[in-house]
């Protein structure tokens, strides 16, 4: 980004705007999946679509052959929309519509089971449908050493897993498509004990699925400033791949048809390749404390807020700059805690713009209709502005109520 191409957007969009990088996420998509398919070529993603949501990344992975992996009838109706076909799509999720449910297991598509509650409403499709072959998967929480107890996917030592595998066994249109589980820590060392715990639950069934799903949880690319806010390493796509790859490889060395082994990355893909522009609409000292306030939000940019600075670079397109010392970056709404950054050290002027990267990792989707609609999304990877979202309206958000 330039100062020039800066201000020709403002005058095309107006002083706060994400921008997106789809030839990044391309090379990330890329990168990820030669880095696991040279040590276990049966290999693909499933791209999370809750991580963020815009169509034309979806429609990037799509082309690319992979899956996409939603936990919503919204998010299916994204995938479809963006032209996914049913069978390559993947449902997870602790809540789960039953007509839509049906509707994608009879299309082809798979879900997988996560509660107690799902096992009759799979039982009741398998009745109604005894022409049709059902893709259903199990999700399976164990232990991974992460010091988390994961509230998704069944107990593997429970009666409940015990129920849902013998679906499998009752009724004969079930077709036991994958094992998946799902741990959020991304931490490196995580990662080893899902794949040895996938395979020797599959051992202690004597069955093996089409598909092993390791789910998500990695990290992505990141600048410095942003890795040294973390207390562990940030593994490089590499390093994932061989932490379990592997082990797959090994384990299916001598098998002839071997299962596919999948992941389902959001943030690893997506993360670095967005930013938001806003401007700096006043600078103010209050009680020794130097404030900028923006026409952005904690929420457009880290809406789960971490409490962690991205990385952050200023366009100086305002007056004359000042030199700061610990200023923060304060948002357009009324909450005390809306920060942006905290503590820069820098030149800064009223009518500057300042970009926050690595904000592809939920900003979209996760913010909230508060105060201000969300602003408009383009692409700048070929160098022009494709606008691949427009900025919210009133009518947009207020369409659904009564006056």
């Given amino acids: 980004m330039t100062e020039e191409m800066i201000k020709s957007i403002t005058e095309k969009i107006g002083d706060a705007f994400y921008t997106l990088e789809s030839k990044q996420f391309r090379a990330n998509y890329t990168e990820l999946k030669t880095e696991f398919e040279s040590i276990y070529p049966n290999f693909n993603i499933a791209y999370s679509y809750k991580t963020n949501y815009i169509p034309k990344l979806c429609k990037i992975v799509n082309e690319l052959g992979g899956f996409a992996e939603v936990v919503?009838?919204?998010?299916?109706?994204?995938?479809?929309?963006?032209?996914?076909?049913?069978?390559?799509?993947?449902?997870?999720g602790p809540v789960k519509n039953p007509e839509k449910v049906e509707q994608l297991l009879v299309a082809g598509g798979t879900v997988d089971i996560d509660s107690a509650y799902e096992i009759e409403l799979i039982?009741?499709?398998?009745?109604?449908?005894?022409?049709?072959?059902?893709?259903?998967?199990?999700?399976?929480?164990?232990?991974?050493?992460?010091?988390?107890?994961?509230?998704?996917?069944?107990?593997?030592?429970?009666?409940?897993?015990?129920?849902?595998?013998?679906?499998?066994?009752?009724?004969?249109?079930?077709?036991?498509?994958?094992?998946q589980c799902h741990f959020a820590t991304r931490r490196l060392d995580t990662w080893r004990p899902r794949a040895e715990g996938m395979l020797a639950l599959i051992d202690r069934m004597g069955i093996v699925p089409e598909r092993i799903?390791?789910?998500?949880?990695?990290?992505?690319?990141?600048?410095?400033?942003?890795?040294?806010?973390?207390?562990?390493?940030?593994?490089?796509?590499?390093?994932?791949?061989?932490?379990?790859?592997?082990?797959?490889?090994?384990?299916?060395?001598?098998?002839?048809?071997k299962p596919m082994l999948l992941i389902e990355p959001g943030s690893a893909l997506v993360g670095d390749c967005m930013h938001f522009i806003s401007k700096v609409v006043s600078i103010k000292e209050v009680r020794g404390k130097n404030i900028a306030t923006l026409l952005g939000s904690i929420y457009n940019i880290n809406p789960t807020l971490n409490k962690k600075n991205p990385p952050i670079k200023v366009y100086p397109m305002g007056g004359e700059q000042k030199e700061y010392a610990d200023l923060d970056f304060g948002g357009f709404t009324c909450i005390e805690s809306d920060y942006l950054y905290r503590h820069y050290n820098g030149k800064l002027a009223v009518g500057d713009m300042v970009a926050f990267g690595n904000v592809g990792s939920y900003s979209v989707v996760l913010k909230p209709p508060f105060i201000l609609p969300n602003f408009p999304i383009i692409d700048i990877s070929d160098g022009g502005i494709e606008i691949v979202k427009r900025g919210e309206t009133f009518d947009d958000l207020f369409r659904t109520f009564e006056f």
């Fill in 72 to 92: 919503s009838d919204m998010e299916m109706d994204i995938a479809l929309r963006a032209g996914v076909k049913s069978q390559n799509i993947i449902w997870n």
């Fill in 123 to 179: 039982a009741e499709i398998a009745r109604k449908h005894t022409d049709c072959k059902l893709n259903v998967g199990i999700r399976c929480n164990f232990d991974v050493n992460d010091g988390v107890v994961s509230r998704f996917g069944f107990d593997t030592e429970s009666e409940d897993f015990l129920k849902a595998a013998a679906l499998f066994e009752k009724y004969d249109n079930l077709h036991l498509m994958s094992m």
């Fill in 213 to 257: 799903d390791l789910g998500g949880g990695l990290f992505g690319k990141m600048a410095d400033s942003l890795k040294s806010q973390f207390d562990c390493e940030i593994p490089t796509y590499r390093q994932y791949a061989q932490a379990v790859a592997p082990i797959f490889a090994r384990r299916f060395k001598d098998t002839v048809k």
